[in-house]
Structure formats: C-alpha cells, structure tokens
C-alpha cells in the first residue's frame, strides 16, 4: 500500500529533550516535506526537500532541522524542544515538487 | 502577514445544496493551487488543483474556480454529502520556487 508513514504518534517530552520524528514513504517520491499545523493558522511549512541531499527551509525553520541522506526518509529534528513547539506535525511527499501531497497521518507533539 | 487567507473559519450547508468554500491570496507570482480535504485525525488529502493558466478545473462533484484580477480561488462542491463534513485547506505554490503556503482552513459541515 502506497503510503506515508510518521513515528511517533504522540509524544510528550520536556524542554530542551533532543527529538526525532521520523517520516518514510514507499511511493519514490521525490519531493518531501514537513508542516505543523496549529489553532488559527492552519498548516505551515518547516522544511522541503526537493531530493536526495537538497533541502530547503520552509516558512517556520527556527528550531527545527532535517536531513535527507535516503529517498525514502525524510527525519524532522528537534534539538532542544521549547513549549511553543508543542504542535500537530504533518510529513508529507509527492512525485515531483510540482504535484500534489500525500500526507501522513500526524504526529501529535507535546513539550513541556 | 497572512498571503494566504480562508475568511469563514466555517460553514453549514443543507446536504443535497451547494457548498462554496474561498480563499483569498496576496501574491499575483503564486502559479499552483490546490484544495485539501481534513478529517479528524488524519492527514490531509488531495481534492483538486488548478494551474494559472487556467480559471476551472472540474472533477466529478467538485470545482476549482481561479479569478486571477480577484486573486480569488473558490471551491463548489455540488451536490454537498455529509461525507464532505471535513476542514478544507486551500494551498498555493509561488511560482518558480517548491514552497507552499495553505491557508488557515474551513470546517464544512454538510447536514442531513
């Protein structure tokens, strides 16, 4: 099945508790790519990779890092979790960067 | 600055009737335009896209209205099932670059 895979579900850290959020897809899709979505401002893009290596920030990078050293994987970073980290993170992949998303299904954030 | 902007963070319509959701952006450079669907505890998934160099594009019950001098996108879905009860995200794309921008969404609600 053709899908995008995030692990874990739900987490509940502390501050400053180094964190990874790691994002996969079956499809070999090129275009990867992680948002958050909060209350009142929808879904916003923290990081994008276009392929293999290539990486690119989003509209909300501070705090956040990635790497993409394997087509599949795309991992999100949180070196020192802070509270207003605390979110609904959303990996997502497409064929191309011009094609339309395939979401996973979330991964609910909570830092204390 | 929000570029990127769903007025009615909700909407009710009768099943059977039309539903019109819209979004409204800033930037004339934005070339791609998307509508996602949101249920609960799911990703999001894609609903329908549209190119600048188009003003509709139809997809079985749904419709993507683009009026570039506006800077107006639209959604219709007709006729409205209360299957269609999700949060809508409207997406855009700058053209020349692999960023996306969503706006803040819309709660549809199609009642029985």
């Known amino acids: 099945e053709a899908q995008v895979t995030q692990n874990p579900r739900y987490l509940i850290t502390v501050t400053g508790k180094k964190l990874t959020v790691t994002c996969s897809q079956n499809m070999n899709h090129e275009y990867m790519s992680w948002y958050r979505q909060d209350p009142g401002l929808g879904l916003r893009q923290i990081y994008y990779s276009m392929n293999v290596e290539v990486t690119d920030k989003g509209d909300v990078p501070e705090g956040y890092k990635v790497s993409r050293k394997e087509k599949r994987n795309f991992p999100l970073i949180l070196e020192s979790p802070s509270p207003n980290q605390t979110s609904l993170y959303f990996c997502a992949s497409s064929l191309m960067a011009v094609n339309e998303q395939f979401f996973g299904p979330g991964t609910r954030l909570t830092v204390l | 600055d929000q570029q990127v902007k769903q007025n009615s963070p909700s909407l009710s319509v009768q099943e059977g009737r039309i539903s019109i959701l819209n979004c409204d952006y800033t930037n004339s450079m934005f070339d791609y335009f998307l509508w996602y669907k949101k249920y609960p505890a799911e990703g999001p998934t894609f609903l329908i896209s549209?190119?600048?160099?188009?003003d509709k594009n139809e997809d079985g019950r749904f419709t993507v209205f683009l009026n570039k001098s506006a800077k107006h996108l639209s959604l219709h879905i007709v006729p409205s099932q209360p299957g269609d009860s999700a949060v809508y995200f409207c997406a855009v794309r700058a053209s020349g670059t692999y960023k996306y921008i969503f706006g803040t969404g819309t709660r549809l609600k199609v009642l029985a």
């Open positions: 549209i190119s600048s160099i188009k």
